[in-house]
Structure formats: structure tokens, C-alpha cells
């Protein structure tokens, strides 16, 4: 294997590592870490449980760690867990960010039809300077009971642990989970086509609390009337329910190969790798044998020579071999001759009438005229009939010499 053909396969084996290395990056799940309230994490905080729960009932949820600027047009139900982390008094390191990051883009989800969710817990410096709502106050308990007794607006009674004290309903609110007392456990404001759900527990789809009363059906009834339109189809998917991880600060930008293909680059991009893998395999297979360089016709014939005659003698074609000797040194005397070039014929009677012109300008009337070597290259069946018409052509090479070379022979050649 030449070292061009090796670097084009170690070239191809590269991309094609590249390639598929970047593809699964594409789908390699978000380290855990145990945060807090991440759909990600299977701790007790976390709330990797109450995905699988919409996810088994068909629901189409999902972590989502992208800025809230990206969230998608299919989007119905957005549970922000860290409203607090949003504090709007750290907008300005956000704008470093781009203007994906800024979060009037959670009104404008809102406002175009889109359910938020958020906690009580935290929501003070979320609601009333990012959405331009005012924040619920609490109504204190009476009695501490470890859990709340509800009633949905469909008439469903629900028990929840009590893990904060009920919401006072606000002046744009109204109780979507109502308590004792004209309190809410969960209220809804209504903010242009859509709302914002706030709830009184912040831990009620924990993965350690889910399963306390009735916490899990509550979150399925949230699904089911904001993401379904109210149907309790198993088999409608209905809008996408996303698991906002930005607020925990598990955003994450997004990859090269993401900005390559979408919709905006996407022609280039596949331009791109079409030219590739045509460079790529234009330079991995084997084409035609190309032709020696001039350069190298001029500088290394003895090279070009050996590397012929070798080839032809692996070939078992002894006899071109012999014939192509014999022009090459006959060629060289009658250069020395001043003989004009004969046509091109490899046949041993041309070869052979070639020979006895040699000698006859070489010497006229002497001995060698009579002792020209019988050229019989077509006889040459081995290297050993090769090497010995090499000694016979040798011979006949240096009688031509010691002829030129003559006091007599050389005045009777210059006359």
C-alpha cells in the first residue's frame, strides 16, 4: 500500500470517527449531578419521576435545557421548578448572553396560548418584575395538619401534603385548586391567550413526594387540561410538556452540528458533505495508473529501465526483454555512427540487418563485418539465454570500439 492510499484510508476513517462522534453527542443524556428539581435527576428532590409519569400516559414531555427564547411552537405546558433563579435583577448578565436569554420571552410564550407553571416558593422576584404579575400573598393555617384538602373547578377532590400554606387568591387570580376559606392551593392568572399556574407546595412532584396523596394525579390533571385541551385521550399526545432545566442552570448551548442543520443551513450543510465524501472517495480508491512526470523521463531513465525489464522478467516475456536489449545497444552504436535511426521494428531479421550495417560502417572490409553475433532474441527463454546473448551484444560492443578507435579505421570513418 503506497503512503497516499494510507493516508486517504486513515483520512476517511477519521471523518467517519468525527462524524459519528458528533451524532451521538446529539443524544447523550445530561449528566445527572443530583440537582435539585431536575427531570434529569432520580434523587429524592429530583423529579425524574413525574417525566416517566407523562411520559408512560403518552404525553409528549420532555427535559428542556435550552434558553427561553428557543422554547418551540408545540409547546402547551412549560414547569419552571426555580422561579428564584430567575430573579429579573440579574438581567443585565443575561443580555451577555444573547437575546434568547431574556425573559419576556416566557410572557410572550404565555401570552400566545402556553401554560406556565411555577412555585409560590421564590416566585416574588419572577412574577411581578419578569411577567408583570402581582405576587400571591399566603393565607396562614389554623391547624398544621400534614395534609390539604382540595377541589378542582370539574368538582375532583384532592388530598395534598401540606408542604406550604394556601394561596390568597390575587386581584387577576382566581383559585384553579381551591382550599378552605376562598383560599387556593393552586391559582390561576390569566395572562392573554394563555396562564400561569401557581402552586402553593413547590415539592408536591418531587420524586420523594409524588406519591403522597394525591400529588400525582393532581400533575396529570394539569397535563390533561392545558397540554390535551382537557381530553383525557391516552392517545392524543396533545402540545409538548417541557421540563424547563434552564432556570436550574443546566442550559446548554447549542452544538456545532445543531446550527449546521437547521432549517436556515441545512442546504449548505449537506452542500458541504456532498463535496466531502466525493473528495473523500475520490481519494480512497484506486483510479487509473498515472503517467511518469517528465521530470522524471529526463532524470532517471536507468530507473524507468530496470523497473520495466524487472517487470517483464516476473512476466515470463524473456524474449521482449531480449529484443528491447538488443535495440537499446544497437540504438547507442549507430548514435555513434552518425547512422540515421531505423523505423521501429523489433523483429530479429531487422535487428540482425542492423548489426551488419554496424559493423560494415565500423569497419569496412575487416574482420568484424564477417564476425557479426547472430541476434536471436525470440530464442530467449530464460535468464540464462538472456545473460548469455548480454555477453554476445558486450563483445560485439567493444570489437565496434577497438574498430573506431584504429589509426586506419578512424581516417577511412572521417573521410
Do not use: K
Amino acid at each position: 500500500m503506497t503512503a497516499s492510499r494510507l493516508q486517504a484510508r486513515l483520512g476517511l476513517t477519521l471523518v467517519l470517527l468525527l462524524a459519528v462522534l458528533a451524532f451521538l453527542a446529539q443524544f447523550a443524556a445530561a449528566p445527572d449531578g443530583g440537582v435539585p428539581s431536575s427531570a434529569r435527576s432520580r434523587e429524592r428532590r429530583g423529579r425524574r419521576a413525574a417525566l416517566a409519569l407523562l411520559q408512560e400516559l403518552g404525553f409528549d414531555a420532555r427535559a428542556w435545557n435550552r434558553p427561553p427564547g428557543a422554547i418551540p411552537d408545540e409547546a402547551r405546558v412549560v414547569f419552571v421548578p426555580r422561579p428564584d433563579a430567575l430573579d429579573a435583577g440579574e438581567e443585565g448578565a443575561r443580555a451577555a448572553l444573547g437575546e434568547l436569554h431574556d425573559l419576556h420571552h416566557y410572557r410572550s410564550f404565555v401570552e400566545r396560548g402556553g401554560t406556565l407553571v411555577v412555585p409560590a416558593e421564590g416566585a416574588d422576584g419572577f412574577l411581578a418584575p419578569g411577567l408583570g404579575l402581582q405576587a400571591p400573598e399566603r393565607a396562614p393555617r389554623a391547624d398544621r395538619t400534614p395534609m390539604l384538602r382540595g377541589r378542582s373547578r370539574a368538582g375532583e377532590e384532592l388530598e395534598l401534603a401540606g408542604y406550604g400554606d394556601p394561596l390568597l387568591s390575587a386581584a387577576e387570580g382566581r383559585a384553579w385548586l381551591a382550599g378552605d376559606a376562598g383560599s387556593a392551593l393552586v391559582l390561576e392568572v390569566e395572562l392573554g391567550s394563555g396562564r400561569v399556574l401557581v402552586l402553593s407546595g413547590g415539592r408536591w412532584f418531587d420524586n420523594d413526594a409524588i406519591a403522597d396523596g394525591d400529588a400525582g394525579l393532581l400533575f396529570v390533571r394539569i397535563a390533561e387540561s392545558f397540554a390535551r385541551d382537557g381530553s383525557g385521550d391516552p392517545g392524543d399526545p396533545g402540545g409538548a410538556v417541557l421540563f424547563d432545566e434552564y432556570s436550574l442552570g443546566l442550559w446548554q448551548p447549542r452544538s456545532p452540528l445543531a446550527v449546521a442543520f437547521e432549517p436556515r443551513f441545512s442546504a449548505l450543510s449537506a452542500h458541504a458533505l456532498l463535496v466531502l465524501a466525493i473528495l473523500v472517495w475520490r481519494s480512497a480508491f484506486a483510479r487509473e495508473f498515472p503517467r511518469d512526470p517528465r521530470a522524471l523521463e529526463l532524470v532517471s531513465p536507468l530507473a524507468r529501465a530496470r523497473s520495466a525489464t524487472a517487470l517483464l522478467e516476473r512476466a515470463g516475456r524473456h524474449a521482449l526483454v531480449a529484443r528491447r536489449l538488443c535495440d537499446g545497444v544497437l540504438a547507442r552504436l549507430e548514435a555513434s555512427l552518425g547512422l540515421a535511426a531505423p523505423d521501429a521494428d523489433p523483429s530479429a531479421d531487422a535487428l540482425q540487418q542492423r548489426a551488419e550495417a554496424i559493423a560494415r560502417r565500423a569497419d569496412p572490409g575487416g574482420p568484424l563485418e564477417s564476425s557479426v553475433p547472430v541476434l536471436e532474441p525470440d530464442g530467449v527463454a530464460g535468464a540464462r539465454d538472456l545473460e548469455r546473448l548480454h555477453r554476445g551484444l558486450c563483445t560485439f560492443e567493444r570489437a565496434v570500439e577497438r574498430a573506431l578507435h584504429r589509426p586506419a579505421g578512424a581516417s577511412r570513418f572521417a573521410s
